[in-house]
């Protein structure tokens, strides 16, 4: 996560998990090892502005067309949930 810390939790970075999409949300695309303490306590990843970069990151490291190909497959019920972009 950057912070320097252990990572212990998995978070969903751009899409929360919503059990009843959790086939859309459950993929390496979406989620981050992070600190426990910064996840549960601080909520510190819950922001606009760190699901941008974690986006940013997943581009360098994916690719894009991958990205892209995550975010179309979403169902349109989901579509505003994306305030990352």
């Given at each position: 996560?950057?912070c320097?810390?252990?990572a ?16 859309y949300?459950?993929t390496?695309?979406n ?16 922001t606009?502005e760190?699901?941008?970069?974690f986006?940013?990151q ?12 995550w975010?179309?497959?979403l169902?349109?019920?989901?579509k505003h949930r994306i305030?990352?972009?």
């Amino acid at each position: 996560c950057g912070c320097g810390k252990r990572a212990e939790h998995a978070h969903h970075c751009l899409i929360p998990n919503l059990k009843r999409f959790e086939k859309y949300v459950n993929t390496p695309l979406n989620i981050a090892l992070v600190n426990g303490a910064e996840h549960v306590q601080q909520k510190k990843f819950d922001t606009q502005e760190w699901r941008k970069e974690f986006y940013r990151q997943n581009v360098l490291r994916y690719g894009q067309p991958a990205m892209d190909a995550w975010i179309e497959s979403l169902p349109a019920k989901m579509k505003h949930r994306i305030d990352w972009l």
